[in-house]
């Protein structure tokens, strides 16, 4: 089965620093890549969603894809405590079944005040 | 706004109950899901159904069945809940031209 890895933490950076959050996804027919945000207690959120590679910035958050690597990723800038929470990664998978998405287990995020 | 919502908050049932869980989405969505969530396991599918009467099954279906007769509706059924059911169930939808899944607020079901 295709898999989505991501450390799962916790990750801990003070408050307005630059938070980096990675995933590696292992099927090469992945073609849309997003990152969801959950409180805990609460169901998961989108941030934002990345297509091609390259960087995508939406307000403080940057999704950055390299389809050859096979890597995602998110930065968090100047980060603020309510940015504390468990970040997913979600990749579509090939085939059939593209409208389908695989999910890692997430990071946890801190961000200290 | 998408809104999906789930018919229950929290549930307690006990072992070789049958358990239903519903799904409503109000923004006309073809494809909707049901995923359950557990620590350091992650989001796991179901079930999902890309129209009305329309199922697959997901990663895990056993010990599940799904039903949707209403575009807007979609149930889980836990046929006989046994403990290992214990879990954060999800339920998600999405517009069949595109590939962002918005999820409802979960049902969080504990079987004893």
């Known amino acids: 089965q295709k898999e989505v890895e991501q450390n799962s933490g916790p990750l801990s950076v003070p408050e307005g620093a630059i938070a980096s959050l990675n995933c590696t996804y292992s099927?090469?027919?992945?073609?849309?890549f997003f990152w969801y945000r959950q409180y805990s207690g609460k169901s998961p959120e989108l941030i934002m969603f990345i297509y091609s590679n390259g960087d995508k910035e939406d307000g403080r958050f940057t999704a950055q894809l390299n389809k050859a690597s096979q890597y995602v990723s998110l930065l968090i800038r100047d980060s603020q405590p309510s940015d504390s929470a468990t970040y997913l990664c979600?990749?579509?998978?090939?085939?059939?079944?593209?409208?389908?998405?695989?999910f890692g287990k997430g990071t946890k995020l801190s961000v200290i005040p | 706004d998408v809104k999906v919502t789930q018919s229950s908050r929290y549930l307690v049932k006990r072992t070789g109950e049958k358990v239903f869980l519903e799904c409503v989405q109000d923004m006309d969505h073809e494809n909707m899901f049901w995923y359950r969530q557990d620590p350091g396991l992650g989001l796991r599918l179901i079930y999902f159904?890309?129209?009305?009467?329309?199922?697959e099954k997901g990663d895990i279906p056993e010990g599940y069945s799904v039903s949707r007769e209403k575009k807007e509706r979609f149930s889980l059924i836990l046929e006989s809940a046994s403990t290992n059911q214990t879990s954060m169930y999800l339920c998600a939808s999405k517009d069949g031209g595109k590939e962002t899944q918005y999820f409802g607020p979960g049902t969080r079901l504990l079987v004893l």
């Open positions: 979600a990749v579509t998978r090939s085939g059939a079944g593209s409208y389908q998405l695989t």
């Open positions: 159904s890309y129209d009305v009467k329309m199922k």
């Open positions: 099927d090469r027919g992945s073609q849309s």
